[in-house]
């Protein structure tokens, strides 16, 4: 693929909750591959805008991924992305390790050997038999996000994933994405009301849009 392609084209967007102002009117983006920061502050709608992409979230306009459009096929378009809201309890009595086996199930690019060296980098090892609901906030983000970020799904959308995290486990975020950022391959976007000046960056997003 050639790295200026974008992975995830955006036609003609618009969104909003009932009664309130769009949160995005008539939005044309395209994302390629890299990290994207989608930055702004709490309450800019960021999580929202994450679970509008993932296709968990109605909304007006075109939404294409690797080729296949939201509307036209579904799940297609949901299988080339990877999105878990950090507020879901539908895994809490998975063991961690089952979470994650249902999480990439079916996922032809999963990259035990990738997932492995961002589990032991988060030091998840002696959580992964331990049922989700006993698990910290930010141990459960790891589970999440080791998942995605070795799923091999053309899209990871990660909402606020330093949240909860010791600064190891941060590190080990920080150089994972880094790897993303090299390669032509994957698109990861990151809702964040911090800057991030660790990563390189593909791109940056800022809400509200102008």
């Given at each position: 693929m050639n790295p200026s392609s974008p992975l995830l084209q955006i036609d003609a967007l618009r969104f909003?909750?009932?009664?309130?102002p769009a949160l995005v009117s008539n939005w044309n983006a395209s994302v390629g591959p890299g990290v994207t920061l989608l930055y702004g502050d709490?309450?800019?709608g960021k999580s929202a805008l994450l679970q509008v992409i993932a296709g968990t979230l109605p909304a007006s306009g075109r939404l294409t991924l690797a080729g296949a459009s939201l509307?036209?096929?579904?799940?297609?378009?949901?299988r080339q992305v990877f999105f878990v809201d950090p507020l879901t309890d539908r895994f809490d009595q998975l063991s961690a390790?089952?979470?994650t086996a249902s999480l990439v199930e079916g996922d032809a690019g999963f990259d035990e050997a990738k997932w492995q060296a961002i589990a032991d980098g988060f030091s998840l090892a002696p959580h992964l038999d331990k049922k989700m609901f006993m698990l910290s906030t930010g141990s459960k983000r790891k589970v999440w996000m080791a998942a995605g970020l070795a799923s091999g799904r053309p899209l990871v959308l990660l909402d606020e994933p330093t949240a909860g995290l010791d600064m190891p486990s941060t590190r080990c975020l920080w150089a994972t994405l880094s790897d993303f950022s090299?390669?032509?391959?994957?698109?990861?976007?990151?809702?964040?009301?911090?800057?991030?000046d660790t990563v390189p960056l593909a791109a940056t997003i800022e809400l509200p849009l102008a």
């Open positions: 909003a909750y009932p009664d309130q709490t309450g800019s509307d036209a096929v579904p799940e297609a378009y949901r390790r089952e979470c090299a390669q032509a391959r994957q698109a990861v976007i990151v809702a964040s009301a911090a800057r991030i």
